[in-house]
Every structure is written in C-alpha cells, then in structure tokens.
C-alpha cells in the first residue's frame, strides 16, 4: 500500500509500505478520507515530537475490509471513523475515569509514534472504530475528529447562554469552534492575524460568526470567554476578558511559553484552563452531532493521497512554503474517487 511517511523535520514522501497485519481484536480498515490537521503540520515544522518513520494522520474515515476473530461490533462493508485517541482502561487516570490522559500512551497515538491514516489501509482495536451513520458522507465523517476536540474545548470552558466568546485563530480547529458556537447560538467572534486565513474564513462561516482580524478583535470590547486554538496567545489573553472570564487554552505548540499576571489571575478571578485530549464520550457526541452540523462545508480541498506533497505546500507545513501563507482551510486526502472533490 501506499502510506505518507514522516520522515525529518520539513520532510515527508510517499512510501510503500505492507498492509498492515491485524489480530483478533483489530479490525482493517480501508481508509477513504483523511484530514490534514494541525498536529501533522506542527511535526513537519518541528514544533511537535514524533517518531521518524511514522505513518501520518489521524482524522480518518473509511470501510471496514476484514476484522480480527473476536470482532463483534462490525463487519466487512461497514463506513467507519476511527478515534485515534488510544487509552487502556487500567492504568490509573483510565480507572479515575480520565481516559483521556491514559498513562499508557507511548507507542499508541496514531499518526505520532504509531503509524496513522495517511494511507490505504490502517489497523485500529475495534472498540476506537465507530459506525458512521448513513447520512454522514466521508466528507463529513473525516471532521468527527476535530469535531471531539472543540466539544471538549468548549465543555471546559464551561459558556453560559449569556457570553460572549472569543475564538483565537481561524484555521481549522478556530472555525470549527465558531461554527459549533453559533450552531448553538451563542454570541461568537472569531479572531485572526493572517489574511489569507480571514478571506476564507469569512467565505466559509455563517453570517452569524463575527469574523475580524486581530486589531478589529482587539477594539471590539471585552469578551467573557475566549477559546485560544493558535497556544501561543494565553498571556496576552487574560487581559483582555471580562473579570470572572476564562481563557481555555487549546492550541498545542511544543516550545510555546506564556508569562501569566498572576495577581490579574487572582484579583480578577479570571479561569486559566487546559481542557488536554478528549474523552470517549466527546467522540460518540461527535458522531451524533455530525448528523446535523454541515461540517463539509470547512473543507476547501479534496486532493488524492500522492498529491500530499501540494496539500501540505496549501497549508504551509513545510519551511519552504511558510512565508507563502495558508491558501485553504480543511484538506482531506483520499484514496477513495467517491470522496467528492
């Protein structure tokens, strides 16, 4: 099979590679669509760990093609997505009920030190594949993923009817987060420095998501919450939300470091909050979710598998094509022709 292949800082290519073998408990999934997310640009510019040799991606939706002996829950046919986030249930944040930040994550986390998506095939336990319902194309289902993280973003920031909201970064995970927000009908503003990525912000997101560059943002008045998707801002954050607020950290940057006021903390009353990985239940809502929320509508490219190298050259993931900036929002890459374009 053909497979994309981490393989040093700036540098990723197509290999071949053998279908991966599977055991009683795993299924074989033939991959159909794969999102680029911001965790496999941040590993080609260096900015997050993983393994050299590691097959990447993790946002993946595809058809079951085989399964292990012991699998009950599906068979061969079955349209799939896949929950990447990996935990053993015995360690003891898994019986403390905090799945999520399973202590027995090295080795397991798909697309980082475990071969991932970017592939046609890819081998998964059974109780991480989940049916997609029929009404959920591939288009859609490939967004589940991000879709988990931003509802337990959103949980932790713990929003009343009545607040305002501040999303920090309109690349994928930002816009996804003001798409849920107004789906809710919250009051949802959505920042961003880049231009390219604000001209397609503002092309993709209901009117009822305030789409301003940074400086607009800024004058705009003081938010009751604000969510921050780049992880490079929360310092400069808690200034500016209302006293009692809360600033939830969401972004991931290995080498981000923030200076935090702490008497403004203290005095204000103001939530610094790090939400970490989703929980199973986030994963099952978002597939529920993902039957109402028109998530396809974020996506700007489908491009096949061997065309990776220009997918991530679009959404500036290599240090060549930085300074070029971003050029799209959510990319899939297929080996599926069905996964529309």
């Known amino acids: 099979m053909k497979a994309v292949v981490f393989e040093d800082v700036g540098r990723a290519g197509i290999h071949d590679r053998a279908v991966p073998s599977f055991d009683a408990h795993d299924v074989l999934v033939k991959v159909a669509a794969t999102g680029i997310c911001g965790t496999d640009r941040a590993i080609l510019l260096g900015e997050f760990p993983a393994r050299r040799g590691v097959v990447l991606g993790h946002e993946a939706v595809g ?4 399964v292990g002996a012991a699998v009950a829950s599906v068979a061969p046919g079955d349209r799939v997505v896949i929950n990447p986030t990996y935990h053993c249930d015995r360690c003891r944040p898994c019986r403390r009920g905090m ?30 594949v989940h049916r997609l319902p029929a009404e959920v194309p591939y288009r859609r289902g ?6 988990a993280c931003v509802l337990n973003n959103l949980t ?13 970064g309109a690349g994928p995970i930002g816009a996804l987060c003001a ?18 990525r604000l001209d397609i912000a503002r092309r993709l997101l209901p009117h009822a998501v305030r ?26 954050l808690l200034g500016t939300v209302t006293a009692g607020g809360t600033v939830v950290v969401m972004g991931e940057r290995e ?27 986030d994963f099952e809502l978002a597939v ?25 050259t679009l959404l500036a993931a290599t240090p060549a094509s930085e300074p070029e900036g971003y050029s799209a929002m959510k990319i899939l890459l297929t080996t599926d022709e069905g996964v529309a374009p």
């Open 142 to 147: 490939a967004l589940v993923e991000p879709l």
């Open 211 to 236: 789409v301003l560059a940074a400086e607009e943002a800024a004058a705009a008045g003081a938010p009751d919450a604000v969510i921050d998707t780049t992880g490079a801002l929360p310092g400069d």
């Open 288 to 312: 529920e979710l993902a039957c109402e929320l028109p998530l396809e509508g974020l996506v700007t490219h489908v491009l096949p598998l061997e065309r990776y190298a220009e997918a991530l």
């Open 179 to 196: 798409l849920v927000l107004a789906w809710r009908g919250a009051r949802v503003t959505l920042a961003e420095r880049d231009p390219g």
């Open 156 to 168: 932790a920031a713990r929003l009343r009817w009545d607040d305002r909201v501040l999303v920090v």
């Open 99 to 128: 799945p999520a930040h399973c202590g027995a994550k090295a080795g397991r986390e798909v697309g980082v030190d475990r071969d991932g998506t970017m592939a046609d095939f890819a081998v998964v336990p059974e109780r991480f």
């Open 255 to 281: 080498a981000a470091v923030a200076a935090v006021p702490l008497r403004a903390l203290v005095t204000r009353g103001i939530r610094l909050v790090g939400a970490g990985p989703y929980r199973p239940a």
């Open 63 to 66: 058809a079951v093609t085989a």
